[in-house]
Structures are given as structure tokens and as C-alpha cells.
């Protein structure tokens, strides 16, 4: 069953709903190793996405416009790293999925690494550098593989939440390698990065709302 | 002109840095702001869409620089440029400049219509005077943290190496590399230099060619690698060059670029454009500067010897015509670095690399013309190989030594100065491109401009043209080489622009422009040279203290009557070898020529053992400022002294020039260097070298030792004139080195020894009847005007920036009410008393 409309604005409504229920909680771990203000800036950013979509309860429409235009207000309303970043992940996957009334399975696979790609080129982050990649890219593989192994995109998206999961807790040891936290050299070992984080919560509304 | 865009977290730091770079940019640089979100209380975070209405609003077609702070604020600058249509987006350049010296330094580069490439280049060396005020070497270049430029480290076989970082904005061009060559050249060592960042090389560090073919662009690291018995000192020389950025004044020549095109104007006449290198409005016809055609024979020559011989003439030939263009361009006040550019003209007449193929040609049967032709085209086309437009352009000046050279074979004998036919040229010289040797022959009082159809703003024609003050627009077009000759032409080197048969309305708006110039400068002129008379009508010298021509040019415009003090040591300090009799008098001449008839007093070399010399080896002295300086080394070095003397006697022949000795302590010292003063004189006159007669020339003395104020009834025996230097007197009445931070606050020139100090010594100056004045800083406070006034003083000698200040004070003192307060002042023994007093007397009736 191809994913509609109001499935995507559905799951931007839950992003921007863990946002918010995470936004001390994201603030708390960006305070350990950055400035302080990943869970203001990312709730800002999102409760903004919410007023411009406004009471859009349509069934159907352009999905590729929705999502461009949840990415450039991300651009102007976040104000940290992670504007230009989920602004460019959203903006790639409405390129991606540009003039789509719906979208298959495959299409939500490219769409993905087209975003996850955008976050890469943007960061110029690799795996490892305790970033939001360290999140989405896993999440994005295991959509890929579990769809080339057969899976539906409901079972896809699953692995790719518990992926990103995964990745979000490994970056808990590492030391950062971009951004503010980079700063902290080897002091930011030991904490979970606040990107990753809201990476995974990004992916989880992702398996709870595309999949149904 | 490049437009710049600041962008930054905070709209508090953006709009204060906008504030900061539009000062400098002035009002047509566009300068536009994204700092903060756009949404109320301007959080901080930065806004890709802010960025790139900023973009839109200080957009030009010459490109947007863009200047961030740190963190998100790139990546949404990378981002408001991806969103950008396609055609702008490769005419955007983000910085990775510092924000607050980037904008500065690219709103001034801006303004100089730089193009986008050179906007950003300054922005980048933005730090540079940070860091030279901090004495922290600027940031590691990438390449230098591997492996950093320091001591020499033997290699495996013994030869000793030694890696560096050039930083110079345009790489190793010609004058940096000649620098290179040069210092290599000097030790007995075998060293070759490679490129280690595009692996090119090695190449002999001791050919021009060698070293300029390398392709160092700034940033580049090179290694040199020394073997021999000077190896070390080799390494350690080239290692301070390159500390020293080899020599180059930070902000290179560099010249607004643009593409010669031709506009047709409503008006009808026609503009040519192109690139604007030296500025200034010239008016004139076309006159058209032709090579004279060289034909090289070709034929064989059968006696080697002979042909051998005639090129090592045509080499001294062309050396010798290098070094009078060079004279010419260096007698111009500060022109000393323009004129190394024919240093490395006169490298390659004995670069190994054109020299050998050249005589291996002769040795093959070559004539003489043939076989350096031959040599000179192989160079050239090894350099047109090279990448860069600033070392291509290098090509111009092998060029002008081949063409130098073949006219000394083949041509009759030629004009000095140049391998063309030079008759008087008058008007606007149109030429395909000029050499330097061209650019220099040229008289600036007869041609009023130049127009080439090729050549870029960093060749050295365009360097030459603004050392000479010539206006000229350079890489027109072969379009200009059609215009006829006496064509009508308006040159304006600012703008880069040539109009062709201007109308009444193009000569009228441009002789409004510079009329206005001149017009402003001439008010500030009238204001500032208001002699300073005091409210009972007293006329009080105010002259100003300079350590350079460029000084005194800044004297004049701030309206000194005089320099009632040259510091000398300018010319010595900035030598690699002893300045000689000649250079000194050629600098002394300009200075004077500057002054316009205005008076100058030369102040003889002052410097410790603290400021040593290259050329002069002296020990260290555990207290240089109680050691052998001043009048103590000149005259334990009558030798030094001897030349400086004879330097300055022969430019008071034509000027109105003072001597002054500095460091005197006692009038045996005068005696001495008074008589070394007539016999100079003598030596000069005997040679038919038109000097002052004997005793015209006044000759004073520093007050600056207590003993030498304590003396000064003696002194004013012999001296001429008094000069006290109340700095230099403080710390020594006080024994304080105003250096010396944990004493440098009990400095105080009101103490009352150093105030009796100077009373005594102006007493003694008034009762012998010659002239005194005080050439310290409290000459140039305003505070200490009317007691120095009241002590008798009625010359005043101080930093140019000063002289507004001091004059209006001088406008409102009473000199007897002056007079009576100073002698209230001379009662007190408290310096903060005296202090105390010195204010209520200026806020009073003063």
C-alpha cells in the first residue's frame, strides 16, 4: 500500500510532537558537549513547521512540496547546525519526491537516502564523528536491505528506528569530530550526542506513521 | 565592485561588524547583514533564507563575498547559495576569512574595486596585523603543521634541509624569488629548492629561473636542501627571508581587474575599457609607441672568442641601462621596492640557466644575437607553461631583458634608458604593452598617461606607472591600437577607463573632478597651515618630527611650518648594506623637495648597540642606552658620520637644511664633530661639489643628558642651535626606561628636575642668543603648550597628528600670562602639584 499524503503530514506532525515531548531532554544532552539549545531550536523550528501547515487535514497533494516546505522552514526558524541540516534532509527528499500525490515503498527508500545523502554533503560528517549521521545513515541502509530482503516498508521502517537507535546509543563513546561538540576534544567522549538523538526520533515517527 | 554579505548568530555582532567594515568600505561597497533568526528578540541562529536576501540586496555582478562566524552559520550560508539561481551561484564566494578583520580588510579591497579572488585573498590575510602587533607568527598554514618551518634537519646523506610555508600573497613572483636567489647566492653552499606541494623541482636556489618556475603560489611549502660549508647559514637565512614574507610590504600591488570591452556611450563618444593601474585623469593625443623591429641574424659566426666577448658587452650594456631605469624609479621618494623589480632584471643577465645554453649556442657556432635569442624563447616557454597569470606575467620581464640585451648586439647605440627609440613623448603613449624598461624611460612631466592594449595590474609596467605617478589604464584591447595617432583621448586610471575624441561634456565632468579634489584638498590645506600666533601676537614655529619621506609628506598635509626633527635612522635600518654618501643625499634631496623651502633639520644616526646594523658588527653592551650611540659612535666611526655629513652638506647647498647631533654630553664632543663638519665641507668644496659656505649651514645639538643641560651655557657657545628631546632627558634625569613596565608609571616630564632641567638649558640658549626647541612629546600635548611657552620656548617640533591640536592651544595663550605662571610652576617641588597647576592654568584664562 503506497504511502499517501496525509501519512507524510502525519509524520511530520509526530517529529514535531517527540520534539516537543523531548525538548528538555535533547537540551540536557546538548548541554554536556555543545551549547544548549539543540531541543529550543529543533522544537522552534518544528512548532513553526506546525503553524505554516496550520490546519491542513487534506487527504491528498503534492508531496514533494510538503516536504520542501517543511525543509526551508526548518532553514529560517531553527537557527543551529541542525537548521540548515533537517532543512536540507527535508528539502532533498521533497526534491526526491517532487510532484507525488503518494510513494511506494521504494520511493520512501530513495527518498530517505536522498535526505540522509543531503546531511552527509551538508556536515561533511562521516559515520563515526558522533553527528546526526551516526543515526540517519543506518537507519537508511537497514530500509534499503530490509526492502531488498522482501520485507514491507512497515517492517523496513521498524528495523530502520531500531537502527537508528542503535547508532544514536553508539555515539555515546565516541569523540566528536564536528561542530560544537568537536570543541570538547576527547571530553565529549562519553556523552550521547543530541543530533543522533533527535535523528532517531526523527526515523521512530517515521515506523509509527508510514507504515500503517 | 564586490558586494559583502556578513553573516552571523548574533544580529547584534553583524550589525556591529557592518558597522566596523562600512567605515572603510565607504558608501558604494554594498554591504548587507543576516545575523540572527528573523522571527521577535532576534534569537541567535543563523537563516539560510536571511542569507540569501542579504545575498540579493548586496548583490553585484562582480560577485558577493560572504563572511560567516562559526558552526550553522556556514552550513546555511552553503545552503543559501545552493538555493540560489544557478546563474549567480558561481559568483558567490564564501570566506573562510576571520568575520571581524575578513570584513575590514575585504570592505577596503572592495572599495579598490578588486575583483572577487583579491576580495577574498585580503579577507583571509585579515590577521596579518594582528598578529604582527602580537609578534605571533600567523596561522600554520595546513601544509606547515606536518611539518612546521624551523630548524634545519640533516638527511640521510648529510645534506641539511629545511621546509617552508610561503605566505605572499602571490607566491614566489619575481621580487620574492629574486630575494630568494639573492640570499642563496651569498653563501658558499650547493642549495635547491622543490615545490613539495605540486612535487615540482628541485630547482637550483640560485637561478631566478629556477626558483620562479617552481610555481610557489602562497600557501605552498618548499623545501630547500643545502650542502656545503655554509649549508647552515644558508638555511638560516632563507628561513629568516621567508619569516619575513621575503621581503614584500604586506598589501602587494594588486589592481582592480576587468575585461577590455568597448561601451559606445549615448553622447557618441566611444569608451574603451579596461583595467584601471594607475589612477589619476590624463588628457592629451595618442601618441603610439612602436617596437623597433630587431631582426635576428641567424648565420652562423666562425670565431667563437669574439662572439663570446660580444655578448658579456651586450650583458654589461643591458646592466647598465637596468640600473639607470633603476635610479630613475628609486630617486622617487619611496620607491625603493618598486625599483627591486629590476633587481630581477639584472639576475637573469647572470641567471646560469639563460647564460649557459646561451654560450653552449656560441660554442656550437651561433652568433652571439642568435644564441641568447635562442636561450631567452626556451625560458619563456618554460614559463608560459606555468599555471598562474601573476608568474606568466613574468614573461614580460624575461621579454624586456631579451629585448635589452639584442638592441646592445644588434642595434645602435642605444638612448639610456631604453630599447626603443625615446624621442620627447608629450600626451597619452598607446602601445601594445610596455615593458619596464619602457615604463620607466618615460618622463611623468611630459606624458600625461598610458594606455596598453595588453597587461595585467600586476605587471611590473603598471607597478612602475603608479611609482612614477603616471595615470594609466592598462589591457584595452587591441581596439586601441587602431585609434590614430593625435586622437583626442581622456584617460581616467581610476575608473579604467579611455575615451575616445571626448566631447565638451566628458572633459567638462572630468575637469570637475578634479577640480573637486582639488578643491577639498586645498581647503584642508588652508585650514591646517594657519601659521599659530599666540592672543598677544607671537609667532610660535610648530614643526613636526618625521622617520620618513612618508612622514614628511604627512607633515606637510597636517600643516607643519617645518621637521624640526629627521630621524636618520629610517636609512640605515631598512639597508642591507651601508647606505652611501649618494643614497643618503638622494633620500635627504627628497625629503627636502617634499618641504617645499619649508626648514628640515637632520638629525645625525642615532642607534645603540641594541639596534644592530648588518653592515656595522658591533659587541653587545649590557646597557645600550648608556652605551656607544649617537654622537659617541659617530665619532668613534668618523668613517659612518663622515658620509652622512657630506650627504646632508650637499643637499643644504640647495635647501634650507639644519644639522643636529644627538646624544651630546659635552662641548668637546661638538668641537669634534663640528670640525669633521668643516673638513666634510672642505673635501666637497675642493671637489667642485657645491656646498653651503662656510658656517651657512647651523648646526645644534640634543638636549637630551642632563649633562648636557647642565652644560648648556658651554654648549651654546659652540652649537647653533638647541634642540631638547624631553623624552630621552626624562628617563635619564628620572633613571627610568619608560620600557621597563614595573617602573614605566613613575615616567613624569613635569617632574620638577626634568622642568629645571629644561629651563636651564632654554635660559642658557635665550642669554646666547641662539634658537631652542622642544622636539619631545610634551612638545605635541596640548597641556604642556603654555609652559613651555612660559619657559621661553617658542619652537615646538611634534608628530605630525598633533599640529592641529597644539596650534588652536597656541591661538588662546597670553605669552605673559604664560610667563608669570611658568615661574609660579618653577617654585613647586611636587610633580602631581605641578600638574595640578598646569590644568588650572589651561582650563583658566590661559
Given at each position: 500500500?503506497?504511502?499517501?499524503?496525509?501519512?507524510?503530514?502525519?509524520?511530520?506532525?509526530?517529529?514535531?510532537?517527540?520534539?516537543?515531548?523531548?525538548?528538555?531532554?535533547?537540551?540536557?544532552?546538548?548541554?554536556?558537549?555543545?551549547?544548549?539549545?539543540?531541543?529550543?531550536?529543533?522544537?522552534?523550528?518544528?512548532?513553526?513547521?506546525?503553524?505554516?501547515?496550520?490546519?491542513?487535514?487534506?487527504?491528498?497533494?503534492?508531496?514533494?512540496?510538503?516536504?520542501?516546505?517543511?525543509?526551508?522552514?526548518?532553514?529560517?526558524?531553527?537557527?543551529?547546525?541542525?537548521?540548515?541540516?533537517?532543512?536540507?534532509?527535508?528539502?532533498?527528499?521533497?526534491?526526491?519526491?517532487?510532484?507525488?500525490?503518494?510513494?511506494?515503498?521504494?520511493?520512501?527508500?530513495?527518498?530517505?537516502?536522498?535526505?540522509?545523502?543531503?546531511?552527509?554533503?551538508?556536515?561533511?560528517?562521516?559515520?563515526?564523528?558522533?553527528?546526526?549521521?551516526?543515526?540517519?545513515?543506518?537507519?537508511?541502509?537497514?530500509?534499503?536491505?530490509?526492502?531488498?530482503?522482501?520485507?514491507?516498508?512497515?517492517?523496513?521502517?521498524?528495523?530502520?528506528?531500531?537502527?537508528?537507535?542503535?547508532?544514536?546509543?553508539?555515539?555515546?563513546?565516541?569523540?566528536?569530530?564536528?561542530?560544537?561538540?568537536?570543541?570538547?576534544?576527547?571530553?565529549?567522549?562519553?556523552?550521547?550526542?543530541?543530533?543522533?538523538?533527535?535523528?532517531?526520533?526523527?526515523?521512530?515517527?517515521?515506523?509509527?506513521?508510514?507504515?500503517? | 565592485?564586490?558586494?559583502?554579505?556578513?553573516?552571523?548568530?548574533?544580529?547584534?555582532?553583524?550589525?556591529?561588524?557592518?558597522?566596523?567594515?562600512?567605515?572603510?568600505?565607504?558608501?558604494?561597497?554594498?554591504?548587507?547583514?543576516?545575523?540572527?533568526?528573523?522571527?521577535?528578540?532576534?534569537?541567535?541562529?543563523?537563516?539560510?533564507?536571511?542569507?540569501?536576501?542579504?545575498?540579493?540586496?548586496?548583490?553585484?555582478?562582480?560577485?558577493?563575498?560572504?563572511?560567516?562566524?562559526?558552526?550553522?552559520?556556514?552550513?546555511?550560508?552553503?545552503?543559501?547559495?545552493?538555493?540560489?539561481?544557478?546563474?549567480?551561484?558561481?559568483?558567490?564566494?564564501?570566506?573562510?576569512?576571520?568575520?571581524?578583520?575578513?570584513?575590514?580588510?575585504?570592505?577596503?579591497?572592495?572599495?579598490?574595486?578588486?575583483?572577487?579572488?583579491?576580495?577574498?585573498?585580503?579577507?583571509?590575510?585579515?590577521?596579518?596585523?594582528?598578529?604582527?602587533?602580537?609578534?605571533?607568527?600567523?596561522?600554520?598554514?595546513?601544509?606547515?603543521?606536518?611539518?612546521?618551518?624551523?630548524?634545519?634537519?640533516?638527511?640521510?646523506?648529510?645534506?641539511?634541509?629545511?621546509?617552508?610555508?610561503?605566505?605572499?600573497?602571490?607566491?614566489?613572483?619575481?621580487?620574492?624569488?629574486?630575494?630568494?636567489?639573492?640570499?642563496?647566492?651569498?653563501?658558499?653552499?650547493?642549495?635547491?629548492?622543490?615545490?613539495?606541494?605540486?612535487?615540482?623541482?628541485?630547482?637550483?636556489?640560485?637561478?631566478?629561473?629556477?626558483?620562479?618556475?617552481?610555481?610557489?603560489?602562497?600557501?605552498?611549502?618548499?623545501?630547500?636542501?643545502?650542502?656545503?660549508?655554509?649549508?647552515?647559514?644558508?638555511?638560516?637565512?632563507?628561513?629568516?627571508?621567508?619569516?619575513?614574507?621575503?621581503?614584500?610590504?604586506?598589501?602587494?600591488?594588486?589592481?582592480?581587474?576587468?575585461?577590455?570591452?568597448?561601451?559606445?556611450?549615448?553622447?557618441?563618444?566611444?569608451?574603451?575599457?579596461?583595467?584601471?593601474?594607475?589612477?589619476?585623469?590624463?588628457?592629451?593625443?595618442?601618441?603610439?609607441?612602436?617596437?623597433?623591429?630587431?631582426?635576428?641574424?641567424?648565420?652562423?659566426?666562425?670565431?667563437?672568442?669574439?662572439?663570446?666577448?660580444?655578448?658579456?658587452?651586450?650583458?654589461?650594456?643591458?646592466?647598465?641601462?637596468?640600473?639607470?631605469?633603476?635610479?630613475?624609479?628609486?630617486?622617487?621618494?619611496?620607491?625603493?621596492?618598486?625599483?627591486?623589480?629590476?633587481?630581477?632584471?639584472?639576475?637573469?643577465?647572470?641567471?646560469?640557466?639563460?647564460?649557459?645554453?646561451?654560450?653552449?649556442?656560441?660554442?656550437?657556432?651561433?652568433?652571439?644575437?642568435?644564441?641568447?635569442?635562442?636561450?631567452?624563447?626556451?625560458?619563456?616557454?618554460?614559463?608560459?607553461?606555468?599555471?598562474?597569470?601573476?608568474?606568466?606575467?613574468?614573461?614580460?620581464?624575461?621579454?624586456?631583458?631579451?629585448?635589452?640585451?639584442?638592441?646592445?648586439?644588434?642595434?645602435?647605440?642605444?638612448?639610456?634608458?631604453?630599447?626603443?627609440?625615446?624621442?620627447?613623448?608629450?600626451?597619452?603613449?598607446?602601445?601594445?604593452?610596455?615593458?619596464?624598461?619602457?615604463?620607466?624611460?618615460?618622463?611623468?612631466?611630459?606624458?600625461?598617461?598610458?594606455?596598453?592594449?595588453?597587461?595585467?595590474?600586476?605587471?611590473?609596467?603598471?607597478?612602475?606607472?603608479?611609482?612614477?605617478?603616471?595615470?594609466?589604464?592598462?589591457?584595452?584591447?587591441?581596439?586601441?591600437?587602431?585609434?590614430?595617432?593625435?586622437?583626442?583621448?581622456?584617460?581616467?586610471?581610476?575608473?579604467?577607463?579611455?575615451?575616445?575624441?571626448?566631447?565638451?561634456?566628458?572633459?567638462?565632468?572630468?575637469?570637475?573632478?578634479?577640480?573637486?579634489?582639488?578643491?577639498?584638498?586645498?581647503?584642508?590645506?588652508?585650514?591646517?597651515?594657519e601659521p599659530a600666533v599666540t592672543s598677544d601676537g607671537t609667532r610660535i614655529e610648530v614643526?613636526?618630527?618625521?622617520?620618513?619621506?612618508?612622514?614628511?609628506?604627512?607633515?606637510?598635509?597636517?600643516?607643519?611650518?617645518?621637521?624640526?626633527?629627521?630621524?636618520?635612522?629610517?636609512?640605515?635600518?631598512?639597508?642591507?648594506?651601508?647606505?652611501?654618501?649618494?643614497?643618503?643625499?638622494?633620500?635627504?634631496?627628497?625629503?627636502?623637495?617634499?618641504?617645499?623651502?619649508?626648514?628640515?633639520?637632520?638629525?645625525?644616526?642615532?642607534?645603540?648597540?641594541?639596534?644592530?646594523?648588518?653592515?656595522?658588527?658591533?659587541?653587545?653592551?649590557?646597557?645600550?642606552?648608556?652605551?656607544?650611540?649617537?654622537?659617541?659612535?659617530?665619532?668613534?666611526?668618523?668613517?659612518?658620520?663622515?658620509?652622512?655629513?657630506?650627504?646632508?652638506?650637499?643637499?643644504?647647498?640647495?635647501?634650507?637644511?639644519?644639522?643636529?647631533?644627538?646624544?651630546?654630553?659635552?662641548?668637546?664632543?661638538?668641537?669634534?664633530?663640528?670640525?669633521?663638519?668643516?673638513?666634510?665641507?672642505?673635501?666637497?668644496?675642493?671637489?667642485?661639489?657645491?656646498?653651503?659656505?662656510?658656517?651657512?649651514?647651523?648646526?645644534?645639538?640634543?638636549?637630551?643628558?642632563?649633562?648636557?643641560?647642565?652644560?648648556?651655557?658651554?654648549?651654546?657657545?659652540?652649537?647653533?642651535?638647541?634642540?631638547?628631546?624631553?623624552?630621552?632627558?626624562?628617563?635619564?634625569?628620572?633613571?627610568?626606561?619608560?620600557?621597563?613596565?614595573?617602573?614605566?608609571?613613575?615616567?613624569?616630564p613635569l617632574?620638577p628636575?626634568?622642568l629645571r632641567?629644561i629651563q636651564?638649558?632654554t635660559e642658557?640658549?635665550l642669554?646666547?642668543?641662539?634658537?631652542v626647541s622642544v622636539?619631545?612629546?610634551v612638545a605635541g600635548d596640548e597641556r604642556f603648550t603654555a609652559l613651555l611657552l612660559g619657559l621661553g620656548i617658542r619652537d615646538l617640533?611634534?608628530?605630525?597628528?598633533?599640529?592641529?591640536r597644539v596650534k588652536q592651544r597656541i591661538l588662546g595663550i597670553d605669552l605673559v600670562a604664560a610667563t608669570r605662571r611658568a615661574r609660579v610652576i618653577m617654585d613647586q617641588?611636587?610633580?602631581?602639584r605641578i600638574a595640578q597647576m598646569v590644568d588650572d592654568f589651561n582650563a583658566g584664562a590661559g
Amino acid at each position: 500500500m503506497p504511502v499517501t499524503y496525509r501519512q507524510v503530514r502525519d509524520w511530520v506532525g509526530a517529529f514535531a510532537a517527540a520534539i516537543a515531548a523531548n525538548k528538555e531532554y535533547l537540551t540536557e544532552l546538548d548541554a554536556a558537549i555543545g551549547d544548549a539549545d539543540h531541543g529550543i531550536n529543533m522544537n522552534r523550528g518544528m512548532q513553526a513547521v506546525l503553524g505554516k501547515l496550520g490546519a491542513d487535514e487534506s487527504e491528498q497533494g503534492d508531496i514533494g512540496a510538503l516536504l520542501k516546505s517543511v525543509g526551508m522552514t526548518l532553514v529560517s526558524t531553527v537557527g543551529g547546525a541542525g537548521g540548515p541540516l533537517y532543512g536540507t534532509f527535508f528539502l532533498r527528499m521533497g526534491a526526491s519526491a517532487a510532484g507525488r500525490q503518494e510513494l511506494s515503498a521504494a520511493d520512501v527508500a530513495s527518498a530517505l537516502a536522498a535526505g540522509v545523502a543531503g546531511v552527509r554533503g551538508r556536515g561533511k560528517a562521516e559515520p563515526g564523528d558522533k553527528t546526526m549521521v551516526d543515526a540517519l545513515v543506518p537507519a537508511a541502509e537497514a530500509v534499503e536491505s530490509a526492502l531488498a530482503d522482501g520485507a514491507d516498508l512497515g517492517a523496513a521502517l521498524g528495523k530502520a528506528a531500531a537502527a537508528a537507535r542503535a547508532g544514536m546509543e553508539a555515539t555515546i563513546p565516541l569523540v566528536a569530530r564536528k561542530g560544537r561538540a568537536s570543541y570538547l576534544g576527547p571530553r565529549s567522549a562519553g556523552h550521547q550526542d543530541p543530533g543522533a538523538t533527535s535523528s532517531w526520533l526523527l526515523i521512530q515517527a517515521a515506523a509509527d506513521t508510514l507504515a500503517g | 565592485m564586490v558586494g559583502i554579505v556578513l553573516v552571523s548568530h548574533s544580529a547584534k555582532l553583524a550589525e556591529g561588524v557592518a558597522e566596523l567594515a562600512g567605515q572603510m568600505a565607504g558608501p558604494d561597497v554594498a554591504l548587507a547583514v543576516a545575523g540572527g533568526l528573523d522571527q521577535p528578540g532576534r534569537p541567535l541562529g543563523t537563516d539560510a533564507a536571511l542569507i540569501g536576501d542579504a545575498i540579493d540586496q548586496a548583490w553585484d555582478d562582480d560577485g558577493v563575498l560572504v563572511l560567516m562566524d562559526l558552526g550553522s552559520a556556514v552550513l546555511s550560508a552553503e545552503l543559501a547559495v545552493e538555493l540560489l539561481p544557478d546563474e549567480r551561484r558561481s559568483r558567490v564566494l564564501l570566506c573562510d576569512a576571520p568575520l571581524v578583520e575578513g570584513a575590514v580588510a575585504a570592505a577596503v579591497a572592495a572599495r579598490l574595486r578588486e575583483p572577487l579572488d583579491t576580495v577574498a585573498a585580503e579577507a583571509r590575510g585579515g590577521l596579518a596585523g594582528k598578529a604582527a602587533q602580537l609578534g605571533t607568527a600567523p596561522a600554520p598554514q595546513p601544509a606547515a603543521e606536518a611539518t612546521p618551518a624551523g630548524p634545519a634537519k640533516p638527511s640521510a646523506d648529510g645534506t641539511l634541509e629545511l621546509r617552508l610555508v610561503v605566505h605572499n600573497a602571490l607566491g614566489l613572483h619575481a621580487r620574492p624569488a629574486a630575494r630568494f636567489v639573492q640570499t642563496a647566492g651569498r653563501f658558499d653552499a650547493t642549495t635547491t629548492a622543490e615545490n613539495l606541494t605540486t612535487h615540482v623541482g628541485p630547482a637550483s636556489a640560485r637561478s631566478l629561473n629556477g626558483i620562479a618556475t617552481l610555481g610557489v603560489l602562497q600557501g605552498h611549502e618548499i623545501l630547500v636542501r643545502a650542502s656545503g660549508r655554509e649549508a647552515a647559514q644558508v638555511l638560516r637565512a632563507l628561513s629568516d627571508l621567508a619569516e619575513r614574507d621575503f621581503d614584500e610590504p604586506a598589501a602587494a600591488e594588486t589592481a582592480a581587474a576587468a575585461a577590455g570591452a568597448e561601451v559606445t556611450r549615448p553622447s557618441g563618444a566611444a569608451v574603451l575599457s579596461g583595467i584601471g593601474a594607475s589612477p589619476g585623469l590624463a588628457t592629451g593625443g595618442a601618441v603610439h609607441l612602436r617596437a623597433a623591429q630587431l631582426v635576428v641574424p641567424r648565420e652562423p659566426a666562425a670565431d667563437v672568442a669574439a662572439e663570446l666577448a660580444r655578448l658579456d658587452a651586450a650583458l654589461a650594456a643591458a646592466d647598465r641601462q637596468i640600473r639607470a631605469a633603476r635610479e630613475r624609479v628609486a630617486s622617487r621618494p619611496d620607491r625603493s621596492y618598486e625599483a627591486a623589480i629590476f633587481d630581477a632584471h639584472l639576475l637573469f643577465l647572470t641567471d646560469e640557466a639563460l647564460l649557459a645554453p646561451a654560450r653552449r649556442r656560441i660554442r656550437e657556432g651561433a652568433n652571439a644575437a642568435d644564441a641568447w635569442d635562442t636561450a631567452v624563447t626556451e625560458a619563456v616557454a618554460a614559463w608560459r607553461q606555468l599555471s598562474d597569470p601573476y608568474q606568466r606575467e613574468r614573461v614580460r620581464d624575461l621579454e624586456s631583458i631579451r629585448s635589452q640585451v639584442l638592441t646592445a648586439l644588434l642595434g645602435p647605440p642605444p638612448e639610456p634608458g631604453g630599447p626603443r627609440e625615446q624621442p620627447t613623448l608629450t600626451g597619452i603613449i598607446v602601445a601594445a604593452e610596455l615593458t619596464p624598461a619602457d615604463t620607466a624611460s618615460l618622463d611623468p612631466a611630459v606624458v600625461s598617461g598610458i594606455a596598453t592594449a595588453y597587461g595585467g595590474p600586476t605587471s611590473h609596467a603598471a607597478i612602475l606607472a603608479r611609482a612614477l605617478g603616471i595615470p594609466a589604464v592598462l589591457g584595452l584591447g587591441p581596439a586601441v591600437l587602431s585609434v590614430p595617432d593625435g586622437t583626442p583621448l581622456l584617460l581616467d586610471g581610476g575608473r579604467g577607463t579611455l575615451t575616445l575624441v571626448p566631447g565638451a561634456a566628458d572633459l567638462a565632468a572630468a575637469r570637475a573632478k578634479a577640480e573637486r579634489a582639488a578643491r577639498i584638498a586645498g581647503s584642508a590645506d588652508r585650514l591646517a597651515s594657519e601659521p599659530a600666533v599666540t592672543s598677544d601676537g607671537t609667532r610660535i614655529e610648530v614643526a613636526a618630527n618625521a622617520g620618513s619621506a612618508d612622514d614628511v609628506r604627512r607633515a606637510v598635509a597636517a600643516g607643519a611650518d617645518g621637521i624640526g626633527l629627521l630621524r636618520t635612522e629610517f636609512v640605515f635600518l631598512t639597508a642591507a648594506d651601508m647606505p652611501t654618501e649618494d643614497e643618503q643625499a638622494a633620500v635627504y634631496a627628497d625629503i627636502a623637495e617634499i618641504l617645499g623651502g619649508r626648514p628640515l633639520i637632520i638629525r645625525t644616526l642615532d642607534v645603540g648597540a641594541d639596534k644592530p646594523l648588518p653592515y656595522l658588527p658591533r659587541d653587545a653592551e649590557p646597557n645600550p642606552a648608556l652605551g656607544q650611540r649617537g654622537i659617541r659612535l659617530g665619532l668613534a666611526r668618523p668613517d659612518l658620520l663622515r658620509a652622512q655629513v657630506r650627504a646632508i652638506l650637499r643637499v643644504a647647498a640647495r635647501h634650507p637644511v639644519k644639522l643636529m647631533f644627538p646624544m651630546v654630553t659635552t662641548a668637546d664632543e661638538v668641537r669634534a664633530a663640528l670640525d669633521l663638519v668643516a673638513d666634510a665641507r672642505r673635501a666637497l668644496a675642493v671637489a667642485g661639489v657645491p656646498v653651503p659656505a662656510e658656517g651657512a649651514m647651523e648646526t645644534g645639538v640634543m638636549i637630551e643628558v642632563p649633562a648636557a643641560a647642565l652644560c648648556a651655557p658651554a654648549l651654546a657657545d659652540a652649537a647653533d642651535f638647541f634642540s631638547v628631546g624631553t623624552n630621552d632627558l626624562t628617563q635619564y634625569t628620572l633613571a627610568i626606561d619608560r620600557a621597563d613596565e614595573a617602573v614605566a608609571h613613575l615616567y613624569n616630564p613635569l617632574h620638577p628636575a626634568v622642568l629645571r632641567l629644561i629651563q636651564f638649558a632654554t635660559e642658557a640658549a635665550l642669554r646666547a642668543r641662539i634658537p631652542v626647541s622642544v622636539c619631545g612629546e610634551v612638545a605635541g600635548d596640548e597641556r604642556f603648550t603654555a609652559l613651555l611657552l612660559g619657559l621661553g620656548i617658542r619652537d615646538l617640533s611634534m608628530a605630525a597628528n598633533s599640529i592641529p591640536r597644539v596650534k588652536q592651544r597656541i591661538l588662546g595663550i597670553d605669552l605673559v600670562a604664560a610667563t608669570r605662571r611658568a615661574r609660579v610652576i618653577m617654585d613647586q617641588s611636587d610633580g602631581r602639584r605641578i600638574a595640578q597647576m598646569v590644568d588650572d592654568f589651561n582650563a583658566g584664562a590661559g
